[in-house]
């Protein structure tokens, strides 16, 4: 479809009436063009990173950068306002303070840009006086039809076409790697260290969407968007405030619908943090009964820690996980290469709520030839210390044990690993083998950051503790178990 000018849009604006309907945020995700108000030829000023971003990452669309005092910034043609670009954006970036807002907005209402990002804090989470301000913001982009992200919002940021429409700076520490992850975030903070922690275990990342104050764009919007996005497996969520419950609900279905799994850290459930919340995004906190209601209704895991939020991930994004046929209660194997490692597992497993496997007679026979005689092949079991003189022993029992129809899940604890004994790249090779051969997930643990960084770089699911691994595996059965149970009642 062709862009309209701005002579059209000033045209079309006078022509129409009352308020304008207002557009999809599809246009905000994969923006044809792209407008930078208050642009900065510093790449590392709020209003030099998305046009910095926009460049390196690929961008296809045009660039806009609104500088009234320069003809070019960072190489791209300047403009000097809004009304004198050759034709409307559909995504305005207001990189301004919040004095300008409105101004700004209105421009925006009257041109016909569907979308506007405005970074600037300063209203609800400051209290009614706030409130108010960014009410009139609201009303201004609602009658013009235009949807605002924001704001207090370190913006939009989209991995596979290169709408990098944010100032964050930790997409310069952790290059952008297009995945089957979306990450959906009132606080730029918590998103960007949701990020920051997935990419360095080497996943990739589809989005990360700040919604912030959510004066209009909320987050059941790109729920509900990304709900219809090729390749996503599943959606982390950081959410202080629900307004619309039934449309959270409807958002949640549709991402049901396409068996995206859905995890979220829901904030302020307590009255300090509803407190705290109020400050931070004027939210009013995220876990009232009727919002319970709705995440458990479809299948929706809510955890309590940021660790949580992103440490299972990977267990969604393999084969995917078939339940147990029978009603019975998901067992899981431990398995180590340290007698107190199996002892403290087990104690952990218990605390976890966790059934831990009767292995078959079959298997115990097939851990007996693969396992040293004095290792005792049940469950947990010990690889001892034979893995120095036989490296491929990880593999071959990490496979007969998850092949075992008994066994749903396994944690694998690896302690004591130093120094170029232990072939700890065959042992990560061969056990990500095993679980990919069974579609069963395998937490892996170890106090080791060079065993930790091997493994997740194969994609496991990576762990300090037991007591981490264990709890994630908890976690996941569980949410398997709230996915079945939603699906039926579907």
Avoid at 5 to 34: D, F, K
Wanted: proline share 5%; aromatic share 6%; net charge neutral.
């Amino acid at each position: 479809m062709k862009s309209r000018t701005i002579g059209e849009a000033i045209v079309i604006h006078r022509q129409s009436e009352g308020r304008r309907e207002p557009a999809s945020i599809n246009s905000l995700i994969r923006p044809r063009s792209v407008a930078v108000v208050g642009a900065s030829a510093n790449a590392d000023k709020v209003g030099g990173r998305p046009i910095s971003y926009l460049v390196s990452q690929g961008f296809k669309g045009s660039i806009f950068p609104i500088n009234p005092k320069a003809d070019s910034v960072q190489g791209v043609k300047a403009y000097p306002s809004l009304e004198a670009l050759p034709e409307v954006p559909e995504v305005a970036i207001l990189c301004i303070g919040g004095d300008q807002a409105a101004q700004q907005l209105e421009i925006c209402a009257r041109l016909g840009v569907k979308n506007a990002i405005l970074f600037a804090s300063g209203f609800s989470e400051l209290g009614e006086d706030g409130r108010q301000k960014q009410d009139h913001l609201t009303r201004i982009c609602r009658e013009g039809g235009v949807r605002l992200l924001g704001p207090n919002t370190i913006g939009f940021a989209g991995f596979d076409n290169g709408a990098v429409l944010s100032f964050a700076s930790v997409f310069s520490v952790h290059p952008p790697l297009d995945g089957p992850i979306a990450i959906i975030s009132q606080s730029g903070g918590i998103g960007a260290c949701a990020y920051a922690l997935l990419r360095e275990a080497g996943w990739g990342v589809r989005c990360v969407a700040a919604t912030g104050n959510e004066a209009d764009v909320d987050t059941a919007d790109f729920v509900d968007a990304f709900a219809q996005a090729q390749s996503i497996k599943a959606m982390l969520l950081y959410i202080e405030d629900v307004k619309d419950v039934e449309k959270m609900s409807s958002a949640l279905a549709a991402a049901r619908a396409k068996d995206i799994a859905i995890i979220a850290l829901r904030a302020g459930r307590s009255d300090e943090g509803k407190r705290t919340a109020a400050l931070h995004t004027g939210s009013r906190g995220a876990a009232t009964p009727e919002i319970d209601d709705i995440f458990t209704r479809h299948g929706c895991r809510t955890v309590d820690s940021l660790e949580q939020l992103v440490g299972g991930v990977p267990f969604y994004l393999g084969t995917p996980f078939l339940t147990p046929a029978t009603s019975r209660r998901p067992r899981i194997a431990l398995i180590s290469n340290s007698g107190a490692g199996c002892v403290l597992a087990a104690d952990q497993a218990v605390r976890a709520g966790l059934e831990l496997s009767a292995l078959s007679q079959s298997t115990r026979a097939e851990l007996g030839t693969i396992l040293p005689d004095f290792s005792r092949n049940r469950n947990p079991v010990d690889l001892t210390a034979a893995l120095i003189s036989d490296s491929s022993m990880l593999g071959k029992a990490v496979y007969s044990i998850l092949a075992d129809p008994e066994v749903d899940g396994a944690a694998l604890g690896l302690l004591a690993l130093a120094g170029s004994s232990y072939d700890v790249p065959r042992f990560a090779a061969d056990a990500h083998a095993a679980a990919d051969r069974t579609g069963k997930p395998l937490a892996v643990y170890s106090p080791h950051a060079h065993v930790r960084d091997e493994f997740s770089t194969r994609g496991h699911a990576v762990f300090r503790t037991e007591a981490d691994a264990l709890e994630a595996l908890s976690g996941f059965f569980g949410h398997q178990a709230a996915i079945k149970d939603a699906r039926q009642l579907a």
